[in-house]
Structures are given as C-alpha cells and as structure tokens.
C-alpha cells in the first residue's frame, strides 16, 4: 500500500506517466511521512493521497517537495 501511494505521488507530480517509472526508494520515503501526517483520512485513496499532498505542498517536508518538483 505504502509502495503504491507513494508512486501515485510521483505520477500525480510528474508531467507524464513516462518520468513515474524512474521514482526510487528514496523518492518514495521522502513523502512517505508527509503522507501519513498530512493526509491520513484519505490514506485508503492513492489518488486523493497525491491530490492532498499538492493541496498541502507549503506544509511537506523539503525532500518530499523536490520531489513533487523533480518530476
């Protein structure tokens, strides 16, 4: 679960599907806790869990938003 949420952020924060494949364990872990502190109520959508994130990007952590901004 945690795997594919944190790749649905980097799809929902990407220009294509294309530059998503590239995503490492790292990127994943960097929004992993971003995810659970700032959106937990929608932890069971992968899709809103990305839409949540861009909505609180002034409020994740630096590495998770260079990744938001990396893709």
């Known amino acids: 679960m945690v795997r594919a949420l ?3 952020i ?10 998503a494949q590239t995503h490492t364990a790292a990127e994943e872990r960097a929004c992993r806790g971003d995810a659970h502190r700032l ?19 002034d409020r994740v952590s ?10």
């Open 6 to 8: 944190c790749l649905v």
């Open 10 to 19: 980097v799809i929902a924060a990407t220009s294509g599907a294309a530059s």
């Open 39 to 57: 959106c937990k109520e929608v932890l069971h959508d992968e899709f809103q869990v990305a839409s949540c994130l861009q909505e609180h990007r």
């Open 62 to 71: 630096r590495a998770c938003r260079a990744v938001m901004e990396s893709h």
